[in-house]
């Protein structure tokens, strides 16, 4: 069974940056999105890329900061994040789902196990 891995995740003081990785092996057709949950909030859709690029998008809380990019040939997903806040806390988990996207209507299927962010004030 294909598994999603998330690796990258750290302490970073207010302002500073990290890259997030997804190894998703197994799902090279399917779009890759980044949520994150922070204690006590329900998850937030983050960001996500389609298979091929065809569609990048971000929630309006990371637009400008996050970058979200993808390499099939190494079947990863990076999420790219800077100045960061420390609203940003939270677990962040990639996950795998519509080709075009729409984790609103079809919620996807597959996560990985998440990575922690913290981020410092």
């Known amino acids: 069974q294909a598994q999603l891995v998330e690796s990258g995740g750290g302490l970073v003081q207010s302002g500073g940056s990290l890259r997030l990785s997804c190894t998703a092996p197994?799902?090279?057709?399917?779009?890759i999105g980044w949520f994150r949950q922070a204690p006590g909030k329900e998850r937030e859709w983050v960001s996500c890329i389609s298979p091929n690029h065809e569609y990048i998008l971000y929630s309006d809380s990371v637009k400008g900061r996050f970058t979200i990019s993808r390499d099939n040939s190494k079947n990863m997903v990076d999420l790219q994040m800077r100045n960061l806040l420390p609203e940003d806390t939270a677990v962040y988990y990639c996950a795998a789902g519509h080709p075009s996207c729409l984790f609103e209507t079809y919620e996807p299927k597959d996560w990985g196990s998440g990575t922690q962010v913290t981020v410092s004030s």
């Open positions: 197994g799902f090279r057709y399917s779009g």
